[in-house]
């Protein structure tokens, strides 16, 4: 197996984006935007469809590396705003019924883009919290507003002393470079480094179709999350996704 | 089979078909036949598919409708006249249309005018009804759409897009049962495009739905070859190309054309000098003709001209500019005023081209080499306006490049060697758009939509696997069957072999058919700044590390995303490529290799003058073979003595004169810019130099391990490697062995991978095809949200299969239209077979036949005055290197 170790407890798969940790028997992935290509179908763009194809794919390759229990999606499950698509429900379902036939629980933080989601919890039988979920050392969240437990408006927040981490998607962060041959290549990316004092690791989408935010070609005030336009992030590292491997690019500071 | 025939019918002849009406008001308005109209009126009158080139101006309208027209008074005489459409013309303007549709209804009314003198009230007796002429564009109001729904004309005036919206109307089609005529004009505007392609389709469906056979004519301005014209006209019937007569009257004017330097020397003559002499040069064509049209090749050469014409002779209101960026509303009011003679210039640069009616025009000016013969008679057979007047105009041209290129355009003119086009075939776009469109108005057989397809000639010998996969791509094969209801866009029956409509195809065929792209407009952005903007079609053309101008100031590209294209500053570096790239078309590969001819004439005869020419650069004397190979091209002495210096400076210094037997590759150093550069002295044309120059460079870069940047042109082009190497015949034969034994559409199908003109071609071909819709239910998709959904959808296809059809598609139309790989490919087999000898030299400066291309980029930018200074530099250093030769020799 090959893998990145990022911290005693945390390994990144080679070449996919997903994190696994293994205290808690968990992998980690955002923003899957099911039902994608349906609704983009209803709105005049024809796509073929691959999303949940490829996203089975990635998980189901995590799984039987790593042997994790549990898959955790930080937030973005589906993809519309306002309500449940018939092509949202009928690929939920089936992740669903994938994760099932994996022997594994799947447990969503919501997002911005999964309203309505609870309709199904009882139907589908997972866990779903709305805002944060603390397991172990880790604080997961989807990231589009600070998570009440760090939000300073809060009065007496404090992130509690157990968290040794964050976990968020909701930026779909990536890198640009240019190639050899002055292409520029696109390519996603984790970013990791710190926030008050705390670890933050952001996963960069698993929607296969959505390319990502050039984390380092955007200036900081057009990042979406809150908590990474407070962050450092010229000092976060990119660790790079794509043609199999998984590459450790160095700061972002040093990219731009 | 095609018949050509060159014997005009005499009047009497021509006019014996006409009823006494007819020929009573045809006498009456005209004295005598024009040559186009001796040949029309009799054959179309027997019943022929006619097709005519022509120049403008000689009575091409009337010589197709006449005969028409007769035939349907005489309907109208026995009383069988119907409210129904007997004649269908198109155009590809709108305009043309609208001057059509007002030159038909006068002599409609005329001749029927005649007929009541006579007749009297016996007209309602004998139920003698007015020949009808109605006009159906966009543009056409939805109440006067509803009344042709129920009431059609007899004659219908329209554009290929409305015509294809018809036929696609189950109502509408209906009156399509009683044509027999259809008139396809400006031929030369349409079967060399997707537009074209999609008429020719349209065409074949409109005479299947004819009860009668149809006859076909097409209209056209000289083109070449005309049995291509031909066969895209008539298309195809049981696997040959239907029966036509071809009459070529392109001649019948006579041109009068002279080609003028503003300046003697046209390289050490100061700017100020230059552009004085040029300007007093239009300013006394202006001044001794009544109307003088000025074709430019780029837009903002026509702005310019125009202001520095105000500004330095006090011109005002009577000179004007006419260009596509133009508004479509002051267009028009330039074209009136031209019609009534209150304008004594109009500067254009490709607008006008076109047979829209403009009045009488006294003389053309062309600024510049036009790059092909076609369009050069085109643009100066807009002058004189009846078909008895000599065409005249001049040539201006500003470099010696453009002065051999022009000599020889005029000689092939008068040679009628012209330039050939091709019909593009198999786009299966169009073909989606037409399969969509048939599906609409009825359930088809399979097998039956095939067989009027390979009728037009654009798909004649479409592979079925292709017309299968456009079927199956339709009908959504490409998702799993759950989404296929949302995907499909027809009902595919594959075991009972048949197709048909779908629900919501009517809706989208209606809101997004039609070939021309929405152009988008990008944003060029440095740093966090906004610079401005540029074309699409610009940006397409540009590679990573080109260096261009904007707004007085040179920027390198770097990257891109969607719209917007990232740039740095770069004012210290050279253009590679010039604002205007996109704007000129290529240079003909017919001209170029006359060009290349004449270079070899001029090779061949300066070794066998050599003797006597001397050495001394200052005193060169013409040999015999020299002098009679300059006569020969017709081009007055200065002009003559102009063109044999630059040849001779080329062999003096070079050695040799690059030509279509010998390949000249120089590899020079570019002090200015401390750059090697390889150059091709190439002149196959721009499209063959595209698809050429990155075939090598692939291989280079490959061989050397090294970036290769690119510049082209019409001449040659140039590879820039970034770091020194060691390039030798041997290493380019090397190549040529490699790119002989390759699979070059795979090499290159990797190179324009996430390249912006794979993108910007994939999202023309998506949008064409229906996978990306423009305008659906209440929405219209704006063009950066089209570009982003084109990427997506590139993606995913691309990984999907090679042979999806709209990916398919893209290939063929760059392969095909933007380049020409066909060509380049023959280039390298030539080469690897020794037919084109390739000759290496190595060169401390450029060597003078590269001056344009090395300064290629500088062109056109507002800081022309630099790009002469580095011309006259280079210039400098080429004869002292000559005059250093001879010092030691």
Known sequence: MNFMKLTNDIYLIDGLPIAYIKSISAIAISDLHLGYEGIAAKAGVYAPKSNLKKIKEMVGDALGKTGASTIIVTGDIKNEFSSVDIDEYSEMLEFVKFAKRKNTRLILIKGNHDNFVDRYKTLFDIEIFAQEMQKGKYLFFHGEEMPKSISKRVKGNNISEKVEMLIMGHEHPAISLISRIRRK????CFLFGEYRGKQLLVLPAINYLMQGTDINLEPKSRLLSPILKKADINRFRAIAVGYGETLDFGRILDLR | MFEYTDKPFSDAESLAPLNKYVRQWFNENFSELTLPQKFAFKFIANGKNLLVTAPTGSGKTLSSFLSIINALFNYSLEGSLENKIYCIYVSPLRALNNDIYRNLKLPLDKIYDIIVKEKGIDIIKDNIQKVTIGIRTGDTEQSERAKQLKNPPNILVTTPESLAIMLSSEKFSENFRSVQYIIIDEV??????????????????????????????????????????AKFLVGYEKGKPRDCIIVDASWSKKFDLKLMAPVQDLIYSNDALIENETYKILDSVIKHNKTTLIFTNTRSNTERVIFNLKKRFNYDLDIAAHHGSLSRES????EEMLKKGDLKCVVSSTSL????????INNVVQLGSPKSVTRLIQRIGRSGHSFKDTARGEIIVLDRDDLVECAIMIDSLKSKSLDAF??????LDVLAQHILGMSLTSQWSIDDAYNLVVQAYPFHALPRADFDSVLDYLAGNYVELESRKVYSKIWLDKSGGTFSRRGNAKLIFMLNQGTIPDEASINVIAGRKHIGSIQEEFFEKLKPNDIFALGGHLYRFESSNGMNCYVSLADAAAPTIPPWFSEQLPLSY???????????????????????????????KKG????????SMGVDQASSNVIFSYFMEQFLFAGTIPNDKILLIEQTYDATQEVNLIIFHSLYGRRINDALSRLFAIELSNRFDTDVGIMINDNGFILKPDQKIDFTLKTNYNIVDALHSKDIEEMMKENLKRTELLKNRFRHVAVRSFMILKRYKSFKMTVNKQQMSSRMLLKVVEEMDQNFPVLKETYREIFNEVMDLTNAREIISKIKNKEIECKFISTPVPSPFAHTIV?????????????????????QLVIEKINENNDHA
């Not at chain 2, 009860?211 to 209209?219: D, S």
């Not at chain 2, 091709?422 to 786009?427: E, F, T």
């Open chain 2, 331 to 334: 267009r028009l009011s330039v």
């Open chain 2, 188 to 229: 030369h505007e349409l079967a060399n495009n997707k537009r074209g392609m999609h008429l020719a389709l349209s065409v074949e469906r409109l005479a299947r739905i004819a009860e009668h056979r149809l006859v076909r004519i097409g209209m056209s301005a000289t083109l070449y070859p005309l049995e291509e014209a």
């Open chain 2, 590 to 620: 017919e001209l170029a290799m006359n060009i290349n001819k004449f270079r070899r004439q001029m090779l061949d005869a300066i070794i066998k003058d050599r003797e006597s020419i001397g050495a001394n650069i200052k005193k060169l």
């Open chain 1, 185 to 188: 290549e696109k390519l996603k």
């Open chain 2, 422 to 427: 091709r019909v593009p075939q198999n786009p």
């Open chain 2, 353 to 360: 081209e076109l047979g829209v009616d403009i009045g009488t």
């Open chain 2, 855 to 875: 300064s290629f980029g500088y062109e056109d930018i507002l800081v022309m005055k630099h790009k002469r200074d580095y011309l006259r530099h280079l210039h």
């Open chain 2, 624 to 631: 015999e073979k020299i002098d009679a190979v300059l006569k």
